[in-house]
């Protein structure tokens, strides 16, 4: 397999596997693309972004993005032979960069990860809040004097994920609007002052507002 780490793989391989004979186990060598588009590989693959999502483990997750860009630039024809598997290749490298995202190739990432992968993230257990803490510190956003903060709350409000099916219906003019999180983020603020926004809020917010309802 010319220009993949084997070590690399190994390494992935190994994680969350405990006793010593699964870490004896060789790593499966892609001879073609068909064994790239195997939802058993994938399958292997999901397990150890899932692990390295619960380790919280940044340097591991960096490595990961790079086998994975690897595999697929290796097997470029992935994408004409099994579309979904291309796309699910993606979206695990895509978890991988949100679990170490002060490190990505700055703000324009940072933000369309944030935009088109938050909820993605959320409901895999990367923690967010932190991630963003380190975005703020990696950036020194007290010395851009919160432009920083800005840009995230900003990706956030164009998020495209979607929360539920119907639509939502915000301000006093009853808009219609997609359930997506950027317009929940817009409801949310419009229900609760600016000054705001404790775990009272929250829960006023969940149990009053219609669109929570």
Excluded at 44 to 73: C, N, P, R, S, W
Aim: aromatic share 6%; with cysteine; charged share 25%.
């Amino acid at each position: 397999m010319p220009d993949i780490d084997q070590n690399a793989i190994q390494k992935l391989f190994q994680m969350g596997q405990r006793s010593p004979a699964d870490l004896e186990r060789p790593v499966p060598q892609l001879g073609s693309v068909t064994q790239l588009a195997d939802p058993a590989l994938l399958a292997k693959f999901e397990a150890l972004v899932k692990e390295i999502i619960k380790e919280d483990d940044g340097e591991v997750a960096l490595l990961g993005v790079t086998v994975l860009k690897k595999l697929l630039k290796e097997y470029p024809q992935l994408k004409q032979e099994s579309m979904k598997i291309y796309e699910k290749y993606f979206e695990l490298i895509s978890l991988l960069k949100l679990v170490n995202l002060s490190a990505q190739g700055g703000m324009p990432e940072i933000k369309e990860l944030v935009a088109n992968h938050l909820l993605d993230a959320l409901q895999a257990g990367v923690n967010i809040q932190k991630e963003f803490d380190g975005v703020l510190d990696a950036y020194d956003d007290m010395l851009l004097e919160g432009q920083v903060a800005y840009e995230l709350g900003q990706a956030m409000v164009s998020c495209v994920n979607r929360i539920g099916q119907h639509p939502l219906l915000i301000g006093r003019q009853k808009r219609q609007a997609p359930p997506t999180i950027g317009n929940w983020l817009i409801d949310y603020r419009s229900a609760v002052a600016a000054d705001k926004g404790g775990s009272y809020e929250q829960i006023t917010y969940m149990n009053q507002s219609e669109n929570a309802r």
